[in-house]
């Protein structure tokens, strides 16, 4: 089981402070007596009392993300993630080894992105991986045994101490401001990743996959109007050329994939020629907490 500060888990019944079970005893436990044990697979369930209203992706959808990321047709992009979250981490307090929080993991393969480069950095990263669904962390616990993987809730508060993250990731996943600000140290970072319009427009259409909002820019940027400030906005392009059967696991691995008919999907993906090019289209978006962001401008206006 990977190493848990007392700095950084809450109990998600009754908010105490969480610590390992004991030598050897693949669990969690509050002063209270609640305790979680670990999986087999390695990660600990948080869904508590009514678990969660939303629909976590489903075993199919998730080892069709799994495929789809393991052939490293987005490794750019996580490339670009990891990049960014190691400058940060790199410059947390030496003393402290800092914390990164990668919520709605799913299968880790962003976060294991993170963690090779802040290794190759020498920054020992201490990491949580977040989702709703087990399946995904089954596939997220084993490509990142040293990092805590917790099945949690984001809509719901966070299993984590006030101000004990430094970093926090959101790759394609939900974000809850509210609870973001509160885990977040002052100086910590928020790295969000959206589609923009256009994303694997070539494709997205006949398979069934959702399309982007026009909008989406400002909904993101009023979700977090109030707790955050941009600090940096950067356009990522990954031109692909897929097979049919990766057309088909990345129409099954996006949301579109609970609703989607497999029957249709699976027509398309026979018509189609041996190679399709696809336009990837992401938006990589850095965000500091409000406060340390008014720091700053008061800085400015003294200077």
């Given at each position: 089981?990977?190493?848990?500060?007392?700095?950084?888990?809450?109990?998600?019944?009754?908010?105490?402070?969480?610590?390992?079970?004991?030598?050897?005893?693949?669990?969690?436990?509050?002063?209270?007596?609640?305790?979680?044990?670990?999986?087999?697979?390695?990660?600990?369930?948080?869904?508590?009392?009514?678990?969660?209203?939303?629909?976590?992706?489903?075993?199919?959808?998730?080892?069709?993300?799994?495929?789809?990321?393991?052939?490293?047709?987005?490794?750019?992009?996580?490339?670009?993630?990891?990049?960014?979250?190691?400058?940060?981490?790199?410059?947390?307090?030496?003393?402290?080894?800092p914390v990164v929080l990668d919520a709605g993991t799913g299968t880790g393969h962003y976060l294991r992105a993170?963690?090779?480069?802040?290794?190759?950095?020498?920054?020992?990263?201490?990491?949580?991986?977040?989702?709703?669904?087990?399946?995904?962390?089954?596939?997220?616990?084993?490509?990142?045994?040293?990092?805590?993987?917790?099945?949690?809730?984001?809509?719901?508060?966070?299993?984590?101490?006030?101000?004990?993250?430094?970093?926090?990731?959101?790759?394609?996943?939900?974000?809850?401001?509210?609870?973001?600000?509160?885990?977040?140290?002052?100086?910590?970072?928020?790295?969000?990743?959206?589609?923009?319009?256009?994303?694997?427009?070539?494709?997205?259409?006949?398979?069934?996959?959702?399309?982007?909002?026009?909008?989406?820019?400002?909904?993101?940027?009023?979700?977090?109007?109030?707790?955050?400030?941009?600090?940096?906005?950067?356009?990522?392009?990954?031109?692909?050329?897929l097979s049919p059967d990766d057309v088909l696991r990345l129409a099954l691995m996006g949301p579109a994939g609970?609703?989607?008919?497999?029957?249709?999907?699976?027509?398309?993906?026979?018509?189609?020629?041996?190679?399709?090019?696809?336009?990837?289209?992401?938006?990589?978006?850095?965000?500091?907490?409000?406060?340390?962001?008014?720091?700053?401008?008061?800085?400015?206006?003294?200077?």
């Amino acid at each position: 089981m990977p190493p848990v500060s007392p700095d950084l888990l809450l109990c998600p019944v009754c908010r105490a402070r969480l610590a390992p079970g004991g030598p050897g005893v693949p669990a969690l436990k509050c002063p209270a007596g609640h305790s979680f044990d670990a999986a087999k697979q390695g990660y600990f369930n948080f869904l508590v009392g009514k678990g969660t209203v939303f629909e976590a992706d489903s075993a199919y959808m998730v080892a069709a993300r799994f495929e789809f990321l393991g052939a490293g047709h987005y490794r750019p992009l996580a490339d670009a993630v990891a990049e960014l979250s190691a400058r940060f981490l790199a410059g947390v307090d030496p003393q402290t080894p800092p914390v990164v929080l990668d919520a709605g993991t799913g299968t880790g393969h962003y976060l294991r992105a993170v963690l090779d480069q802040a290794a190759l950095d020498r920054t020992p990263a201490r990491a949580i991986g977040l989702d709703i669904s087990k399946f995904a962390l089954r596939r997220a616990a084993k490509l990142n045994p040293e990092a805590v993987n917790l099945v949690s809730d984001v809509w719901q508060p966070l299993p984590l101490g006030d101000g004990s993250v430094d970093v926090i990731t959101v790759v394609f996943a939900p974000r809850n401001p509210n609870e973001f600000v509160r885990v977040l140290r002052p100086v910590g970072r928020l790295i969000v990743v959206t589609p923009r319009p256009g994303h694997l427009q070539e494709v997205a259409g006949q398979s069934g996959m959702l399309g982007i909002e026009p909008t989406k820019d400002e909904r993101l940027a009023a979700s977090l109007e109030g707790h955050f400030s941009t600090l940096s906005t950067d356009d990522l392009d990954v031109p692909l050329l897929l097979s049919p059967d990766d057309v088909l696991r990345l129409a099954l691995m996006g949301p579109a994939g609970h609703h989607l008919n497999r029957d249709a999907l699976l027509a398309f993906a026979a018509g189609l020629p041996p190679r399709t090019a696809v336009s990837a289209r992401f938006r990589i978006s850095v965000f500091e907490p409000r406060a340390k962001a008014a720091d700053n401008d008061l800085a400015t206006f003294a200077n």
